[in-house]
């Protein structure tokens, strides 16, 4: 069978070392389109090397993504890539991310369930550097045609909507270029970039990436709701809903949930308000 659940759970954790700059935090913060307009200080906290601060969605590419790419290889997981898609993703941070810095990363399978149609697999990285744990992220795998094989379900939350009105909403325009920008920070997935593979995939162009929206939307979020302080942020989760193109427009609603917790939802406006973000909750200090 292409994933034997009991031997990716019981496999050794993969560890790897990891290094980043701030050419590289700069890169990811340009890649969600930081920087508009380019002298603004509010932008230059994403864009000016002396002034720098990192979001903590930077997590999903430190290292060029390696946590996912080192946990799709597990013992137990054989699967052909052409049928996984990115389901959801979480990130949790212990302290802000440094500019610069080295961390060990450790990958492991934490969930395998049976989705009857489909297999989801679940990939936790645990990043830490000499001062102690940095982040803990966990990327959910959905591996179409590899259920059925007697496992657990495992949970299905859905957030409700709130039915008032969001406290922000908020249009980030997706550039033409952006996507051939985001994937130089370690996505080279030609689904993102030549139209050709794209149309074999089954778009009719090439779609932005997931994280690319994730990255967004938390940028979003920080500026309009928490004083474009990344320092507050301290768990940031999704499921991708949809996908977005590169020349749309995001449109991010925000409703505060608590004194450290923001609901959002992401749509496509120039598709009817497509979803491509759902069940997205920001939490704070």
């Keep these: 069978m292409p994933i034997d659940a009991e031997k990716a759970l019981a496999a050794e954790p993969r560890r790897t070392t990891i290094s980043w700059g701030h050419k590289d935090v700069q890169l990811y913060h340009l890649g969600l389109g930081a ?14 090397e002396s002034q720098l601060h990192v979001l903590p969605s930077f997590a999903t590419v430190a290292g060029a993504g390696m946590g996912v790419v080192g946990g799709m290889g597990a013992p137990g997981i054989d699967v052909d890539l052409a049928a996984v898609l990115h389901g959801s993703q979480n990130v949790e941070t212990h302290r802000p991310v440094p500019v610069d810095g080295e961390a060990e990363l450790t990958s492991r399978v934490a969930a395998v369930y049976d989705k009857g149609k489909a297999a989801v697999i679940v990939l936790r990285t645990e990043a830490a550097d000499a001062d102690g744990p940095l982040w803990t992220a966990d990327a959910q795998i959905f591996v179409r045609g ?49 139209p050709a593979f794209a149309r074999l995939a089954g778009f009719d ?14 940028k979003a979020v920080v500026d309009t709701a928490l004083d474009g302080e990344v320092a507050r942020v301290r768990g ?29 939802t ?14 997205t909750v920001v939490t704070h200090d």
């Design 236 to 264: 940031y989760g999704t499921r991708f809903a949809g996908v977005a193109y590169p020349g749309e427009t995001l449109r991010v609603r925000m409703w505060r949930q608590a004194a450290d917790r923001i609901q959002v």
């Design 205 to 218: 162009k090439p779609i932005l990436h997931g994280l690319c929206s994730y990255g967004m939307t938390l």
């Design 146 to 194: 590899e259920g059925g094989f007697g496992g657990e379900r495992g949970p299905s939350q859905r957030l409700e909507v709130p039915e008032r009105a969001p406290d922000h909403v908020v249009d980030r325009p997706v550039r033409e270029e952006q996507a051939l920008l985001y994937r130089l920070s370690g996505d080279w997935n030609p689904l993102h970039a030549d």
């Design 266 to 279: 992401v749509t496509a406006v120039e598709r009817d308000e497509a979803p491509v973000l759902a069940d």
């Design 35 to 48: 920087g508009v307009p380019a002298t603004d200080p509010r932008e230059l906290r994403y864009t000016l």
